[in-house]
């Protein structure tokens, strides 16, 4: 170990209180990131989705007008 002169006896006593960190734990953890990702995930999914049928609705419709005004021959 590393003696700064700076650490003090408390920090030294912290570290002798370390403990391995439990494989439960280290899984409770990753599904709980999992969790919050997946709802991150689907939120921005809500999000966007009408406004990217809204936008292939209007494509639609614009094409469709278009194609109507290219059948009208004069007469």
């Known amino acids: 170990m590393n003696q700064d002169p700076e650490l003090g006896q408390p920090i030294e006593l912290l570290s002798q209180q370390e403990h391995e ?5 280290l899984n409770r953890v990753r599904n709980r990131i999992h969790r919050r990702t997946a ?3 689907v939120a921005s999914f809500s ?3 009408p406004r990217s ?18 059948r009208k021959e004069p007469k």
């Open 47 to 49: 999000w966007y989705l």
């Open 53 to 70: 049928v809204l936008l292939e609705m209007a494509g639609l419709l614009s094409h469709v007008a278009q194609s109507l005004a290219g």
């Open 39 to 41: 709802t991150s995930q």
């Open 21 to 25: 960190t439990g494989a439960d734990f």
